[in-house]
């Protein structure tokens, strides 16, 4: 069980969005997964709506239409690309409140995703004693001010005329890909006790793999109303992150295909 692997470093874009297409299936093909996953899904739905809602009347509604031709301009750009970084946005957004007002959701949905490929190191996760509720807490918290952050900083990006409609919300696929796919993974982290700056580099050393992933349903979450549906299918998927990615060892005996 050593950490030392012939494997390379980290797996390809490509290749995460692979596993987000197989963790697709195995969620949709998995009973447990679909018996426990409506509750996240549901949560996590209503948050996200109310998220684009917010922001999208923020946009349209809030900001004066100014009498400027060049400002006017500037006025459409920012609230086409605003819109688009909502749409991208919102979903993780609501992922990290779901997680800190009840990480018990993900968690299941989680496990079962994991049960299904890997039943003994589900049984191992579920038994180890995790990080503890403070430490996992102020962990999402703090991923949660990096993603409005630098949010912030791709929406001052999207301000640029013209191009930044473009690269703004490119910038912001890129982020939320990987950071969702971090978060995804906060079950795993915490159970593992693996603290902030350790999942930092997990992440960073990985990140292709976990862009490619995140990539796929990041994309998929963002369609209003069914998009955030698919959540707890993203959370039960990610279990081949973990069997495929950051402890790629040999799948237990009785797991299956």
């Known amino acids: 069980m ?3 692997s012939p494997r390379p470093a980290s797996l390809s874009a490509v290749s995460g969005a692979s596993l987000a297409l197989r963790g697709l299936r195995l969620a949709l ?3 447990a997964v ?3 996953y409506l509750r996240l899904a549901l949560a996590l739905a209503a948050t996200s709506i109310v998220l684009v809602a917010g922001l999208s009347y923020a946009l349209w509604t809030l900001i004066p239409v100014p009498e400027s031709p060049l400002l006017l301009v500037l006025v459409w750009t920012l609230r086409i690309a605003g819109t688009a970084l909502a749409l991208l946005a919102s979903p993780l957004l609501a992922l990290f409140i779901v997680n800190i007002a009840f990480p018990f959701l993900g968690e299941d949905v989680f496990l079962a995703g994991l049960r299904a490929v890997a039943p003994a190191r589900a049984d191992e996760l579920a038994a ?3 990080a503890g509720f403070t430490r996992s807490t102020v962990s999402s918290i703090r991923r949660l001010l990096y993603f409005i952050g630098m949010t912030l900083l791709i929406f001052m990006l999207a301000l640029v005329p013209v191009l930044g409609a473009v690269l703004g919300p490119l910038a912001q696929l890129w ?3 990987s950071m969702l ?9 915490d159970r593992r006790g693996v603290d902030h700056a ?4 997990t992440m960073k050393a990985h990140r292709g793999a976990m862009f490619g992933f995140g990539a796929p349903w990041t994309l998929l979450l963002a369609i209003p109303i069914v998009g955030p549906l698919g959540f707890g299918l993203a959370q039960a998927g990610a279990a081949l ?4 990615v950051l402890e790629p060892r040999s799948r237990d005996a009785a797991s299956s295909a």
């Open 2 to 4: 050593s950490s030392r």
């Open 34 to 36: 679909r018996r426990i």
């Open 198 to 201: 350790g999942q930092r580099a």
């Open 175 to 177: 982020l939320t890909s």
């Open 128 to 130: 180890a004693n995790g």
């Open 241 to 244: 992150l973990v069997t495929e």
């Open 181 to 189: 796919s971090w978060e995804l993974l906060d079950p795993y982290f």
């Open 29 to 31: 093909g998995n009973r």
